[in-house]
């Protein structure tokens, strides 16, 4: 699903490398935290993984596509098929949860049938199924990421990608957050959560990529490297 | 576009334009405000060429004949200046008919000429050229004709009237232009700042996969509207104080004739309102370009 072979990244010309030689392999139906002292490059990494940025050497594969050499007019379609979820959750404040996760429907060209059929149904996943109509700015901070988590699951994307996604809630919410990941990740969906939470990542046990200065310090199985750090 | 992205653009441009309640305003009272001016300014230029065109089509070269000239001269004279190519019309006037005239405007004071003899007028042609600038050249020429006795055409007053409606028209077309260019700017600057109030909202427009037209489409739906409100109302601005200003001149200037009301407003929803939504789509396609680079 994703394929980083000799990934290296830099934002200025010359600049350092924020990612320097990467090389890992992400299989279809994975769920991987990459974890990392802030600056590691896990950012940059989403980044290159939606194509907002392109490798400046090596390569970058995601769906079996090679990044680099993807058109422009492609990438919108790449995006489709990867849900986003963020620290600062990225809503539309003054619109309702259902407009806000229609938005998403909207964009691929879904009729309002199939939006009023399925928003309810992807409300009730993250488990608010009586807030549709509510205003996002009137819900809390945990309500506000599962909003988050409806939206990047709404078009069925094979893979989610979250960036701190608890980075701004307290462990109880957190923890709710990530069992919602979780369950998306049995239902089939490849995860990737870059985190600082460390007490959740050596709680769930799953594969974890340790990055320290854009280089690849660690990959584990089963959440050993969490210790690590 | 597709029929659901035909719609979800129009319903979003409709929405955003009520969302953004108060930059909607703003806006469509910049295009307003620039357009009312241009509005304005492009009446007085309207009408002062029409008031120049229409002197210009009266001036007159008026050709004396000498009274001395014989029959054969003077029909000679006469098919010279039918076959002159720069000469519009050629009417001959007689001395009992320009006494007539002269009696009519002058009444009382020719009373004593009354069935006189002693007609002091000359016989004349009445000349219009195609070119009414060209008055000055054709009246020189004219006047080395055999028979003529004198040529006039109020040559001080037909010059200066030209050189000063020549110099009206160049500040008239120079501050038109400069006020296109500020009302392009302005509403580009005021287009730009709705799309950068907007950008967290592209942004994630960006994220979920929508297209870069799927984007653009609503914004330029918007700022077609916005420049479409924007041209309208300043046209039903102008068309009342037209309106006003043709009863208030025919009721105390009588003399002066003004573009009549319907061809003032054709000229002016041909200029405006493909400026005024003109520059909307341009400034709403190309200011939020920015915005789409993630």
Sequence with gaps: MIEAEGLYYCYEKNGDYVLNDLNF??????????????????????KLIIREIVPVKGTLKVFGHDLARMPRYRVPYLRRNIGMVFQDFRL???RTAFDNIAFAMQVTGAS?????RRVPYVLELVGLPDKANAKVCDLSGGEQQRIGLARAIINRPAMIIADEPTGNLDPENSYEIMNILRSFNIRGTTVLVATHNHEMVKLLKKRVILLDKGRLAADEAKGVSAGAL | MPCNGFFYAWGEALRSLNRNKWMTIASIGVVVVTLLMLGGFMLVHLNLNHITESVKSQVEIVVYIEDTATLAERNELRERLVAHSALAEVRFVSRDEALRRMKEKLGDL????????????PDSFELRTHNPEAVGAVAEELARYPAVAKVDYGKATVEGLFQATRAVQLVALALMIGLAVTAVFLIAHTIRMTVFIRRREIMIMKYVGATNWFI???FVLEGLLIGLFGAILPLAGLYYIYRVSLDWVSANLMFLTLVP????MVELSKYLIPLGTGLGILGSAFSMDRFLRV
Aim: hydrophobic content about 35%.
């Design chain 1, 25 to 46: 392999k992400i299989d279809r139906g994975e769920f991987v935290f990459i974890i990392g002292a802030s600056g590691a490059g896990k950012s940059t990494l989403f």
């Design chain 1, 92 to 94: 539309l404040e003054d």
């Design chain 1, 112 to 116: 309002s049938r199939e939006i009023r």
């Design chain 2, 110 to 121: 020719v009373e004593g000429y009354e069935g006189s003899e002693e007609n002091p007028l």
């Design chain 2, 216 to 218: 653009r489409w609503p």
């Design chain 2, 261 to 264: 009301l319907p061809l003032v």
